[in-house]
């Protein structure tokens, strides 16, 4: 681990390599996986404003899950997460022509039509951020599903950190960014 501010980061964050490989992966990671996507405190209101805005991307069984329980619920860690239908698939989730899963929320986005993203955490995937008591951790969470992002990153020589740039920088801000890259790189001329 390494210290960036009041934060512990997993080496796996500056020595893996990573690219998401979507033609692969199909959007797995919107889809596998015990609960729904951690949330923010704030996020939850956002998703209330958003929700009109992609009510028509959902699936049918996605917004009767919402109209039953809402967008979010209570994991069994007491996590506030996005609602999930028939125990997988993220409420948020939307299917393009080549059956990949994406976000309906980041696909509003980028029409123009939102001012949000998503929900941090998904925009940070694969990496989890865990509040402690006194600090922060980030680690890789590694997973079957992303196999072919862990090769086409490799292939490419782009490390986990650079690839997760823009949602490192949304999370923690552009100076605490600064300054793991800088320690990934004397860290990368140490091995």
């Not at 997993?10 to 692969?24: G, W």
């Not at 506030?80 to 980041?106: L, M, Q, W």
């Not at 997760?164 to 320690?183: H, S, T």
């Amino acid at each position: 681990m390494i210290q960036v501010g009041d934060t512990l980061v997993s080496l796996d964050v500056i020595e893996r390599h990573f690219i998401c490989h979507l033609s692969q992966c199909k959007g797995a990671c919107c889809i596998e996986g015990d609960a729904g996507a951690p949330l923010e405190k704030d996020e939850l209101a956002e998703l209330q404003q958003v929700l009109p805005v992609v009510w028509d991307d959902l699936s049918p069984q996605a917004q009767a899950v919402i109209h039953k329980q809402g967008a979010a619920y209570i994991d069994e860690d007491g996590e506030i997460v996005t609602s999930i239908v028939d125990g997988k698939d993220c409420v948020f989730t939307c299917y393009d022509t080549g059956g990949i899963c994406k976000c309906a929320i980041e696909k509003a986005y980028r029409e123009g039509r939102t001012g949000f993203y998503k929900p941090v955490s998904c925009h940070l995937y694969p990496v989890r951020v865990k509040q402690h008591d006194t600090f922060r951790s980030v680690n890789y969470h590694r997973w079957r599903i992303c196999r072919a992002a862990e090769t086409l990153g490799e292939r490419e020589k782009i490390p986990l950190y650079r690839f997760l740039r823009e949602p490192l920088i949304r999370k923690f801000g552009q100076a605490w960014y600064d300054e793991l890259v800088l320690i990934a790189h004397e860290w990368e001329h140490l091995a």
